[in-house]
């Protein structure tokens, strides 16, 4: 069975800090995504990783793929209240692409 | 363009009692998804379905029906709501575009309380 494991679970941290969240996995995927998922609401898409290595940047936030394609890092540069929400990472592979394996996501709360 | 969407958005049900919930695309996605989500779970898929006419069990589909009512449209049944399906209900769809690497997009979901 494969498994996304995340860490850490909870994270406080003021504003202005910086933060790294892990997503791990002793398989290979052939794709990995982070989530976001604000209270009240559905779990929103911010990347999509496919190739080992790969670095992606989305303004403050810096996503990895590691090189064996079984883990990955979000890092928070300058964290704002605006950030604060549930990070959740998903991870598929070509054997069975429909179906996405999700971790249990970091709780992130960016204090003012 | 809304995406996707759910109804309702909150509901209270006795055991015993039963509902459907609904869900709406608007994308022209293939994939539809329900999810349950519970505190320390995460997120658990209960059914989907591939393309229209096409359903498949998840994780936990027990206690559940779904039927693909036409490519819009996915809807999760509750025949005998019990305690232990409290929780907040998702659904989501997924495209089959080049370059889309299986990204889903969710509603906003469904908080169900079963007394």
């Known amino acids: 069975t494969q498994l996304l494991e995340q860490s850490p679970q909870f994270l406080s941290i003021q504003e202005g800090e910086n933060l790294t969240v892990y997503c791990n996995s002793s398989s290979v995927f052939s794709s990995l995504q982070w989530y976001r998922q604000e209270p009240g609401e559905g779990p929103v898409l911010l990347v999509t990783?496919?190739?080992g290595g790969e670095v992606k940047k989305l303004k403050r936030l810096t996503f990895q793929f590691g090189d064996a394609r079984k883990d990955s890092s979000l890092h928070i540069t300058a964290a704002q209240p605006g950030d604060t929400g549930l990070y959740l990472c998903a991870g598929s592979n070509a054997g069975n692409n429909r179906k996405l394996i999700w971790g249990l996501g970091t709780s992130l709360a960016v204090n003012p | 363009n809304a995406g996707v969407t759910q109804t309702p958005k909150f509901q209270v049900l006795k055991t015993g009692q039963s509902m459907t919930l609904q869900c709406a695309q608007d994308?022209?996605?293939?994939?539809m998804y329900w999810y349950r989500q519970d505190p320390g779970m995460g997120l658990r898929l209960i059914y989907y379905s591939a393309s229209e006419g096409t359903t498949d069990k998840g994780e936990v589909p027990n206690g559940y029906n779904v039927s693909r009512l036409n490519k819009r449209e996915f809807s999760l049944r509750l025949e005998s709501a019990a305690p232990s399906q409290t929780s907040v209900y998702f659904c989501?769809?997924?495209?089959?575009?080049?370059?889309?690497?299986?990204?889903?997009?969710f509603g906003p979901g469904t908080r169900l309380t079963v007394t």
């Open positions: 989501a769809s997924r495209g089959l575009r080049v370059y889309q690497y299986h990204e889903q997009y």
């Open positions: 994308m022209n996605h293939n994939s």
């Open positions: 990783v496919v190739t």
